[in-house]
């Protein structure tokens, strides 16, 4: 709760005196229609304006009852005599002495009267001001209402600006495309885009009045909506293109239900009360034929809603008037202007999640050609590429690729990823440090929240066009794998996969390291692996007379033993040792091992292509000449676990 504290009052003594009455008995009591009065007028109008003076009577009301019981006016007197009148007024400024001021003319009986202001020598495009006031007891008093005025006239020339492109191409003199995000953006709802008239001031070039934006033109307007008594413009300084605002509200003519519509800016507002530092942030820009604004730097109020306050709008960043299409051509949009098909589906593996799943490559193709769009974009970015939902439904991941190098179309570099962290959405940055080839892409991924403040770490995301199949895993493979101690590579003999009838997704795998031995195994057609259990009993094999219990065993230690089925059909691991132990209590290396790869037994070469692979291998370790070996080297008795 806000504290607040109050001072005591004094107790010393204050004399007071009744104020006097100021003005004489019977004065004219003499007020202006308006306290300030701005008038814009054509170069070719007749150089004069007219304000209006008021003096107040007393009236005197007879009531009677009406039929509902309530007092109603049944005559009204004006008691006050109000004889002919002649009112000079005080000119308290003028600038240049432009004005030349006329009497206020009061007839008998009359309690209005025009005076009649002119200004001869008014130049174009400069703005003159005249203060007004009436004084003297006989006129008014120290407690009357609107004993003065300021009239500012400003001669100016308006000629119409912009244009647009029909539908047919044709040039639309007098007009410019306006995308509303002033209404839009406060009530949240779709941007809209349609033709409305604009002129610049001859004598100041980027000042801009758009005419009746909220008219019988606004798609969301109804009859009845707006005043079609007079002309409602907006107002724009774009005459530095760097620093655009809305120089003051500007009244729409549209009301709905809440009052009259008015608009303004963040930038027009400090400067007109003398923070033009604090505009910086909210200026828009006038470039390529096209005024934008930053997100939030506009102002919408409507007079009966919140005591008539203003609220930042422009929220999307969307509002834009262009007057010269051609110096900003339309660009084409990923998501709208590209028809997106299936170019394959592949696994997708997930280093930032630590995850493998499916994912679909979408290829993109222009349907849009206004303004070769599409020429223009290919041109800059090349072919549209979608990622259809790597990390959640209905969040895409947009790119493109140009002579196999990945680009980020503009509006496109930080794209949601529907998931959050600590309650904030998470968003992937895609560097261009990423590959594409065919079959294969590598996204270099960094995952921040919106404004990059936060940063959750960057990583490789691969999309391999792989498709596996229960069959894959079956059959006969020849056991290969590199011993730990001397990094030879070894037959192992062959072994075979066979089906599991008991479960679609588990197999057995039959003579592994030694004949007879049976191990279940699962796989996972999705990213194309195979689990086989650590510590496994495979069966007995004797050393040096002595019996041992031999086993698998995962080197690193985990539970499941991981298998890649690579391109080639063959599954790898780096992770598969085979073990013994003559007492089941200390645990020996019997073969351990570095790399394993179950290499197919088919008729298409596989093997013979292994086989050169391997041989190159064991030159490669410096192994010149040796022969691949047949069976496991004995006396191995390494400690492993004791």
């Known amino acids: 709760m806000a504290a607040i504290s109050f001072t005591a009052c004094s107790d010393d003594k204050v004399d007071y005196e009744r104020g006097t009455w100021d003005a004489n008995e019977n004065y004219a009591d003499i007020y202006f229609a308006e306290s300030s009065k701005t008038v814009e007028l054509d170069p070719a109008d007749p150089l004069t304006t007219t304000l209006k003076v008021y003096r107040r009577v007393e009236h005197e009301y007879t009531y009677a009852k009406d039929s509902l019981g309530n007092d109603s006016?049944?005559?009204?007197?004006?008691?006050?005599?109000?004889?002919?009148?002649?009112?000079?007024?005080?000119?308290?400024?003028?600038?240049?002495?432009?004005?030349?001021?006329?009497?206020?003319?009061?007839?008998?009986?009359d309690t209005v009267a025009i005076v009649t202001i002119n200004f001869p020598k008014a130049e174009v495009g400069v703005p003159y001001t005249l203060d007004l006031q009436v004084t003297g007891a006989d006129y008014v008093s120290l407690y009357s209402e609107a004993p003065a005025t300021k009239l500012t006239v400003t001669r100016v020339k308006w000629n119409d600006a912009g244009f647009y492109l029909d539908e047919n191409g044709n040039k639309v003199e007098g007009m410019c495309m306006f995308t509303d995000d002033f209404v839009t953006g406060f009530y949240g709802v779709?941007?809209?885009?349609?033709?409305?008239?604009?002129?610049?001031?001859?004598?100041?070039?980027?000042?801009?009045?758009?005419?009746?934006?909220?008219?019988?033109?606004?798609?969301?307007?109804?009859?009845?909506?707006?005043?079609?008594?007079?002309?409602?413009?907006?107002?724009?300084?774009?005459?530095?293109?760097?620093?655009?605002?809305?120089?003051?509200?500007?009244?729409?003519?549209?009301?709905?239900?809440?009052?009259?519509?008015?608009?303004?800016s963040m930038a027009g507002y400090y400067i007109a009360k003398d923070q033009a530092e604090k505009a910086n942030d909210y200026f828009g820009t006038y470039a390529n034929g096209k005024i934008t604004f930053p997100k939030s730097a506009l102002l919408i109020a409507m007079t009966g809603y919140g005591s008539?306050?203003?609220?930042?709008?422009?929220?999307?960043?969307?509002?834009?008037?262009?007057?010269?299409?051609?110096?900003?051509?339309?660009?084409?949009?990923?998501?709208?202007?590209?028809?997106?098909?299936?170019?394959?589906?592949?696994?997708?593996?997930?280093?930032?999640?630590?995850?493998?799943?499916?994912?679909?490559?979408?290829?993109?193709?222009?349907?849009?050609?206004?303004?070769?769009?599409?020429?223009v974009f290919a041109a800059t970015y090349g072919t549209p590429y979608c990622l259809k939902s790597p990390y959640a439904d209905g969040y895409d991941l947009y790119f493109t690729v140009k002579d196999g190098e990945v680009k980020i179309p503009e509006g496109y570099e930080i794209q949601a990823t529907g998931d959050k962290a600590a309650g904030a959405d998470i968003f992937a940055k895609i560097s261009t440090m990423s590959t594409f080839e065919e079959g294969l892409i590598n996204l270099v991924i960094t995952f921040q929240n919106e404004d990059g403040s936060v940063v959750y770490g960057t990583s490789t995301e691969t999309l391999k066009h792989v498709t596996y199949t229960k069959d894959m895993f079956l059959g006969k493979f020849t056991y290969w794998s590199v011993y730990s101690s001397n990094g030879k590579l070894y037959d192992l003999g062959m072994i075979d996969?066979?089906?599991?009838?008991?479960?679609?997704?588990?197999?057995?795998?039959?003579?592994?390291?030694?004949?007879?031995?049976?191990?279940?195994?699962?796989?996972?057609?999705?990213?194309?692996y195979l689990y086989m259990p650590s510590f496994e009993y495979l069966g007995i094999e004797e050393d040096e007379g002595v019996p041992y219990y031999i086993f698998t065993y995962a080197n690193s230690g985990a539970d499941d033993i991981k298998f890649e089925l690579n391109d080639?059909?063959?599954?790898?691991?780096?992770?598969?040792?085979?073990?013994?132990?003559?007492?089941?209590?200390?645990?020996?290396?019997w073969f351990m091992s570095t790399e394993t790869t179950f290499v197919p037994d088919q008729a298409d070469g596989a093997r013979a292509k292994f086989l050169n692979r391997a041989a190159k291998y064991t030159q490669d370790k410096g192994h010149k000449g040796a022969k691949l070996h047949?069976?496991?080297?004995?006396?191995?008795?390494?400690?492993?676990?004791?």
């Open 308 to 375: 008539g306050g203003f609220y930042n709008c422009n929220d999307a960043g969307l509002f834009t008037v262009v007057l010269d299409p051609t110096l900003n051509p339309y660009r084409a949009d990923i998501k709208k202007d590209f028809d997106f098909s299936l170019d394959y589906e592949g696994k997708f593996i997930s280093e930032q999640y630590e995850s493998v799943t499916r994912a679909q490559l979408w290829k993109g193709v222009a349907n849009n050609t206004t303004d070769k769009c599409d020429s």
């Open 497 to 528: 996969i066979v089906e599991n009838p008991n479960a679609e997704d588990s197999v057995y795998v039959k003579d592994l390291y030694l004949e007879g031995a049976v191990v279940p195994a699962r796989i996972d057609t999705m990213g194309g």
């Open 190 to 264: 779709d941007n809209v885009s349609y033709p409305i008239k604009v002129q610049e001031r001859a004598d100041k070039p980027g000042y801009f009045r758009l005419i009746n934006v909220y008219h019988e033109d606004y798609p969301y307007n109804d009859p009845g909506d707006w005043d079609t008594s007079k002309d409602y413009y907006i107002y724009i300084d774009a005459t530095n293109p760097k620093k655009v605002y809305i120089p003051h509200y500007c009244e729409t003519g549209m009301s709905w239900s809440y009052g009259q519509f008015l608009i303004s």
């Open 568 to 589: 080639d059909g063959e599954l790898v691991t780096n992770d598969l040792s085979i073990v013994g132990t003559p007492d089941l209590q200390n645990l020996y290396g």
């Open 73 to 109: 006016i049944t005559n009204d007197t004006i008691v006050t005599k109000l004889p002919k009148l002649t009112l000079k007024l005080d000119i308290v400024s003028n600038t240049d002495s432009v004005f030349e001021v006329g009497d206020a003319v009061f007839a008998e009986g």
């Open 630 to 642: 047949k069976s496991a080297p004995k006396n191995l008795k390494k400690m492993v676990r004791k």
